[in-house]
């Protein structure tokens, strides 16, 4: 099965600022070193993966957003500031993210087509986001998680790829992969769960979710890949708020060290793809099946199944 690989770009030590430290700094020159450091860990490995990419980086820095473009990946929309939509209303949203799909088509020349939320901010229990995400223009979503968790999550959303109607039209939902253990749904294979877990655990995990014929949709930060310290620190901040940006920074380094080795590993024992191909690939496979129904009844979509792509390309 072909899993599916993304990439959040942002740039760390100005959101850490912004978010920890109260101060706005302009986005700095590491988010390009180490998502060129990504980009050439993927080379040869992975024909094509989706970045989603904030708007402030593209504006900062254009020519990193071409240089993904060039290097055969797709490029969807991180939104424009990176503030979680549940801080946000409406209108707010519908201008973050209508003006990150502007910046980026106007880049690249090309339409955007998909969006991942800041913190994953999305559920299915705030129909009317889903609904702006659609109005702006964008035709999937890859912002659901679909666990409890204590920042984020939808806990009772599907696991696997799916259709939702909205009133401004259909939006296709890539959920990011969870495990169902005893009846509890656990995050597994990226972020922070491929940082902070053993490499075989998320092994087990992918496999697992490929054997029960479900997609895995991975995601990674570039800065994740970054061990040079943050240049900022909460000097000056009262004591409380000094110390859970300390500890937040921490957290944030945790397993840096060792996250290149581990998406290595991922990208050698499985394969990956965009959503875009991904999608392209189940569109082919539906189009197969449309054709084998109407040529010769049911019988032989049986050997079709989800995420078989290959080998059942077909151009009528
Ligand atoms: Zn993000």
């Not at 496999?207 to 800065?223: C, D, F, I, Q």
């Amino acid at each position: 099965m072909i899993n599916i690989l993304t990439i959040d770009v942002e740039d760390y030590p100005a959101l850490y600022c912004r978010d920890m430290l109260g101060r706005e700094v302009p986005v700095s020159d590491r988010v390009v070193v180490a998502t060129r450091c990504l980009l050439d860990v993927l080379e040869g490995a992975v024909p094509s993966a989706t970045f989603f990419c904030l708007g402030s980086v593209a504006e900062a820095h254009p020519e990193l957003i071409r240089e993904i473009r060039r290097r055969g990946h797709e490029i969807a929309s991180h939104g424009m500031r990176h503030i979680p939509f549940r801080q946000l209303t409406r209108a707010e949203i519908r201008d973050d993210i209508s003006r990150a799909k502007a910046v980026l088509e106007d880049l690249l020349g090309e339409p955007i087509q998909g969006l991942r939320a800041p913190q994953f901010s999305v559920g299915l229990d705030r129909p009317e986001i889903l609904e702006c995400i659609r109005e702006a223009g964008y035709v999937y979503d890859s912002s659901i998680f679909p666990f409890a968790g204590w920042r984020y999550g939808s806990a009772e959303s599907p696991r696997r790829p799916y259709l939702i109607n909205t009133p401004s039209g259909p939006l296709v939902e890539y959920p990011l992969s969870t495990l169902s253990v005893f009846g509890r749904r656990l995050p597994v294979g990226g972020g922070g769960y491929l940082r902070h877990f053993p490499y075989c655990w998320n092994r087990w995990a992918i496999r697992k979710l490929n054997r029960e014929g479900t997609v895995a949709v991975v995601y990674v930060h570039p800065h994740e890949c970054d061990t040079v310290p943050c240049a900022y620190s909460g000097r000056g901040l009262a004591p409380a708020r000094r110390l859970r940006a300390a500890f937040y920074n921490a957290h944030q380094y945790h397993g840096r060290a060792g996250m290149v080795d581990k998406i290595r590993a991922l990208i050698g024992d499985f394969e990956f793809s965009s959503i875009a191909a991904h999608a392209e690939a189940q569109q082919q496979v539906l189009d197969y099946v449309t054709e084998a129904v109407s040529e010769s009844g049911t019988q032989q979509c049986a050997a079709v199944g989800p995420g078989t792509g290959k080998g059942h390309t077909h151009h009528g």
